[in-house]
C-alpha cells in the first residue's frame, strides 16, 4: 500500500497533541491518521472531524428553542430525528477522509454531489503501478449471485484463476505501455493515462456532511451496491460508530434496515392480520410488487 | 442580547480543554464560543472549525502528487491557488457560526444554498421581544448614498428621529399584540407570528465550507450589499483573519478588491499606454460601460 | 390578485402557438401562464416545463442500454423507479413556476435549496397592499388540531374574529406607516420594509426539477406541514398529474402515502401474524415509537 | 460512431412537430437530436431545452418589479447582468444534452455537480468497441505545448505513430480480453469492465442550468483545460450561441475573455500611465504574479 503525502501524515500523528475547546469524539480520535486498509491496495483514513453526537442534539434544540431543552435526553432526541427524517441537525456534523481507490469505485462515488473532492491528478503527477485484482472466491460469488451476470454460465475455479490471471497480466502490461510512452516516446501524462484501465487506483480527500455519509451509506452498504464500493462503505459504518455511537445505532435501527412500504402494502397487511387469506392473485398487486411486499414484510416462510 | 442556549455554550468555554490530534489554528480558538455582538441585538459566535491553513495546503498537494511538495511553501501555494481561481482544497476547511440577525437580513442570508442551516422555529417556541431598530445616523448615511431611496427627498435629522420612534413604537405595538393573540386569545404560534415584522430577531447555527465562505463575503461585505448584512460579513472577515490568516491575506489581495475586466477594456488601456487620447466617443463602450471602465481602472482623475 | 408582469405573460398566452420539436404535455399546455389561486392574494403560475413522463423512460433506459428496451412498458418503468428509489431519471424533467405568498411561506420554501429563485426584491420596488389574513374557520381548526398551540384554550368565534380584526387593523396599519416612511419622511425601501409583517405578499421564480418537487410535495403536503404552504403544496400536486399522469400516481401509491418501518416493526408484525399477541410492554418499543408503530401499520383498531 | 436509443431519438426529429405555449429559441430548434461529431467517436446532441434570451429578462424584471420594465431593452440587459455578476436570471433556463465521451474525460466533466445525470452503467449493459485514439498531429501538439508534459522529450512523427499504433493495439487486445472474460469464463460484467482502459467511450445525458453551464464553459473551453474536453466546449459554445445569441455575446464579451486583476495591479497600471516606469523589482510582484501581470494586461510587447 503506497501513499502520498504519507510522511506529511504520519508526522501529524506523532506531533504532541494540541489543546482545543470544540467538540472532540474520543473512540474517532484514537483512529485519527491511521490508515484501515481496504481491498488489496485500497485505504480509508480519517483526516478530520467536526462535531458529535452532541453537536446533532444541540442543533435540533435550536431550532426548538429553550422550552423543550432536556426534555429528551441526547439519545432519544437522536432517535426521535432519524425516525421522523429531520434530517438538518446531522447536516451539523462534517467528516474528512483520504481513500485511495480503483477509479471504477470513484466513478460510482462521486455520483454523491453534495460532497467536496480533492482528487489526484493525472494530468500533473504519475499514476503508480497498482490495480485491483479481485480474489479468486469473490469473482465466483460475485457471478453466482449478481443477477447482472450471465448466470446460466458456471464459474468454476479454474476459470476464475484465469480471470485473476488474465486482469493480472493485462494491468501490468498497461502500466509498462504506459511508463513507455511517458519515459521513452515523451508523451504527456495527460494522454499516456488514457490506457490505464479503470482498476487502476486512485487517491481524493473527500468531506461530507454526516446526514449526507448516512446517506451514502445508505445506498452504499446496501446489497445492491456492488461488492468493492461494499467494502468501503462498511469500513465509513465502523468510523460512524466510533465517531457518533448514538447516531450509528439510531441510522441502523431506524433507516439501514428500514423498508418503506405503500399503502396498499399497509392495507394487504391488515387484512391478514384479520385472517383473510391474500394471493397474488386477489392482492391487487402486479407480480414484482408482489415479490417486493413478500420481501419488505418478511413473508416468505408464511406465504407459499 | 438575549440568547438560546446561553448556559449551555458558556459551559463548553468553562469545561477544561480537551486534547484532539486535529488540525488546530490557535488565534480561533481564542474566540470559540463568545458572541461578537453586530447591530442592536445581534451576535455571531464561533461555534466549531475545521481545519487551517495547512489543511488547504495538504489538500492541493494530493491533486499535485509527491513531486510538487514543497516547492513552494504554504503562503506562496494559498496565493498561488486563490489567484488562479483553484478553489477545491478552501473548501476542506469548515466553520459553524451561531448568529442572530433580523428576518429581512436572514432572507438575503438563506439564498447562499451550499450551506446547512438550523433555524430557531416560530412554529414550535415563541419569538423574543428584540426588533432591530437602526441608529439615527445610519438611516441618513443610508438614505442619502442610496440610489435605490428617493434621493431627492432630503432626511434631516427630525425625520430621521420619526423613522426611529415610528419603528420603536410599531415594533412594540407589534409584540404586545403577538403576546396577546398568544396568551389571551389562543391562537397557535405559527399564526400568532405572522403578525411580526421582519425586523425580529430570529437564530440560527449556520455551517459552511471556506469557499463558499469567501464567496458569500465577497457578495456580502461589498459596498452594493444592504448596510446590515455588511456588519455581519465585516465581522465574519475578522474571524477569517484569525482562523486561516493566508487564506484571509490572499482574498483581500486577489478577490475581495480584484475586478473582472473584458478584453475590450484591456485593449483601450493598452492604446492609453501607448499614449492615445481616449474617450467614451472614440471607446466603442456604452456610457455605462464607459463609467464601469474608469471606476475599475480607477482613471477618474485622470480622464476628466 | 395584483400581479408583476401581468400584460406580459397575457400576452404570451395570447400570442399564436409555436411549433417546437421537444417533449410536449399535452395536458399542462392548457393550464400554462393561468394563475391559480391560493391563500387570499396569492397564485401559482406554469410559466415553463421541460420534459414529460417518455423523458423519464427515455433517461432510464440511456443507463440500461439498448438490452431493456421495451421490455416494460412507461407506466410500469416508472412505477418500477419510484418503488426502488431510482431518482435520477426523475432530475430529467423540470418546472418553472411564478408564485405570489406571503414572506412566512416563502420563509420554508427557501429551505429546499436545489432550486432557483427569482424573488422580487423589495429593496429595488415598493412591496403592494397585499397581507395574509387567515379565514376565520382556519383560525379555529388549526388551533384545535395543532399540538404546538395552546390547546388548553378554547378558540371561539368570538375570540377567532378578533384575531382576523387585529391582523387586518395591524396590516392596514403597517402599510400607512410604510408608505409615510417612504413617501413622506424619504426613507430607504430597504429599511422601510423592514416594518412590514412576515404576513406581506411576495413572489418569485421558482425552477426546480420532479424528483426535486416531489421531495418538496412530500414534505409540504404533508399533514405536519403548516396549512398555508400545504395550500401551495396541494395545487402544485394537481399541476404534477397534469404535467406527467404516470408519475403522479407512482408519486402518490409509492411515496407520498408510503411509511418507512424499521426492522424491528417488521418482526413485531409477522409475531402478530403467527398469532402471537403484542403489547407495547413485551414490544421491546418506547411508548413513541409503540404509538408510531400503531399508527405505521394502520393497528389501532386491531390493538387497544 | 454507435449509439443508445438512436431509432427512438430519429423517430422524435420525424413526428410531426407539436404546437407548444411555451418560450422558444427557432434556431436551436434546427439543430434539434442531431448529433454533433465530436473526436473520433463522440457525440453531442440537444435532447431539449427551457426558455431563451428573453426568460432571463422576464426573471431577472421580477426581481425590479414593474417600475424598471422596458428601461433598459432585452440585449442591453443582459449585458448588464452579466458584467454585474447577477447569476440568478441565467439559472432561469436549462438545457439537456446527450453526451458520447471517452471516460477519462467523463471524469472531469463530473466534477460539476450542479448538474443531473443519467449514465450508460457498465453493470447493467455491455460497453462497445469504442475507445479514443488522439490524431497523430494533436499527440505532437500537445506534448510540444503542454508544460505539463516531459517538454525535454522531442515528439516526433515516428514516436508519435508509436503512440498511436501502441493505443489502438492496446484498446483492441483490451476488448477482446473483455469479451472473452464475458462470454467464456462467464464473468459478471461489473468486474469484466475493470479491464477497460479510461479511452474507452461511455454516454450520458447532462442536464444543466445556463448559469452552471457558463461556469462550465468558462473553466473545460479555457486553453488551461485538456483538448478533448475543450473540443465539447467548443461545440456547447455553438449550440449556446444558437440557443441564447444575446447570452452567448455577453459572455464571450464580459466572462470568457475577461481577466481578474487584483487592486495592486490596478495601481501598478496606474502609474504607468501616468509615465513611470514599472519594473518586476520595483512593482512588489513576485516573479509569478509579474508574468501574470504581463499578460493580462497585454504588456509584452511594451515591456521587455
Known amino acids: ?65 429553550v422550552g423543550t431543552k432536556r426534555v429528551q435526553e441526547d439519545r432519544g432526541l437522536i432517535n426521535y ?3 421522523h427524517g429531520h434530517t438538518t441537525p446531522f447536516e451539523m456534523c462534517e467528516i474528512k477522509l483520504h481513500v485511495k481507490l480503483p477509479i471504477f469505485v470513484m466513478r460510482h462515488w462521486v455520483r454523491h454531489r453534495t460532497a467536496n473532492i480533492n482528487e489526484y491528478s493525472a494530468r500533473y503527477s504519475v499514476l503508480s503501478n497498482e ?12 457471478s453466482e ?7 446460466d454460465v458456471a464459474m468454476d475455479t479454474a476459470k476464475g484463476q484465469k480471470v485473476v490471471d488474465t486482469l493480472d497480466d ?9 511508463s513507455h510512452m511517458l519515459d521513452d516516446l515523451g508523451l504527456t501524462r495527460e ?10 487506483y486512485t487517491e481524493m480527500y473527500w468531506k461530507i456532511d454526516l446526514h449526507n455519509l448516512l446517506h451514502f451509506l445508505k445506498l452504499r452498504a446496501d446489497s445492491h451496491a456492488q461488492y468493492e464500493i461494499r467494502c468501503y462503505a462498511n469500513k465509513i459504518l465502523d468510523i460512524v460508530k466510533a465517531w457518533v455511537p448514538f447516531t450509528y445505532d439510531a441510522f441502523v435501527n431506524y433507516r439501514q434496515n428500514a423498508v418503506s412500504v405503500s399503502r396498499k402494502c399497509i392495507e394487504l397487511n391488515k387484512r391478514m392480520l384479520k385472517g383473510k387469506k391474500i394471493t397474488q392473485e386477489n392482492s391487487g398487486l402486479s407480480k414484482g410488487e408482489w415479490q417486493e411486499f413478500l420481501t419488505a414484510f418478511d413473508l416468505r416462510d408464511l406465504i407459499s
Open 191 to 200: 494522454l499516456a493515462r488514457t490506457i490505464l484501465p479503470v482498476s487502476v
Open 145 to 151: 449471485t449478481n443477477k447482472q451476470g450471465k448466470s
Open 81 to 83: 430525528l432519524m425516525r
Open 131 to 142: 490495480f485491483y485484482i479481485p480474489e479468486l472466491e469473490q469473482i465466483a460469488r460475485q
Open 1 to 65: 500500500m503506497q501513499e502520498n503525502n504519507k510522511e506529511e501524515i504520519e508526522k501529524m500523528r506523532d506531533e504532541s497533541r494540541t489543546e482545543t475547546m470544540r467538540a472532540v469524539s474520543s473512540e474517532i480520535e484514537k483512529i485519527l491518521y491511521k490508515p484501515i486498509p481496504v481491498l488489496d491496495h485500497g485505504f480509508i483514513r480519517v483526516i478530520d472531524y467536526m462535531g458529535n453526537d452532541s453537536s446533532i442534539v444541540q442543533a435540533a434544540r435550536v431550532s426548538y428553542g
Open 170 to 178: 493485462f494491468s501490468k502490461s498497461a502500466y509498462e505501455k504506459y
